[in-house]
Nanobody, 125 residues
């Protein structure tokens, strides 16, 4: 069965760090473009960042640039979202997504083939 399995998330305080993981099951990420999106209450799903699996190229939304980092572990077929200096406005359900090739429009959520189940991240002040 092809799916993305997410882990991590939880409730933290302002300034804390958290790491989310997304593992491919039933396929490998080779050649894929990957991304993280988030959706806060009352908001549309928004782009957080992306990574090109084969060479690790990454892009980030301005709102998280310098605080969030996407990395990958090719041995375990897992992509990570490291979130530092968390703020209350980072509170959202976070989703990983994968598409079969890279595009310069990785910020468009309609272009993805697979989605993770979502993980809640709550940042309290």
């Amino acid at each position: 069965q092809v799916q993305l399995i997410e882990s991590g998330g939880g409730a933290v305080q302002v300034g804390d760090s958290l790491r989310l993981a997304c593992t491919a099951s039933g396929f490998t990420f080779s050649g894929y473009g990957l991304a993280w999106f988030r959706q806060g209450i009352g908001n549309d799903r928004r782009f957080v960042g992306s990574a090109r699996w084969d060479d690790g190229w990454t892009t980030y939304a301005d709102s998280v640039k310098g605080r969030f980092t996407i990395s990958r572990d090719q041995a375990t077929n897992t992509v990570y979202l490291q979130m530092n200096s968390l703020k209350p406005e980072d509170t959202a359900v976070y989703y990983c997504a994968a598409r079969m090739s890279w595009t310069y429009r990785m910020d468009l959520d309609g272009l993805y083939d697979y989605w993770g189940q979502g993980n809640q991240v709550t940042v309290s002040s």
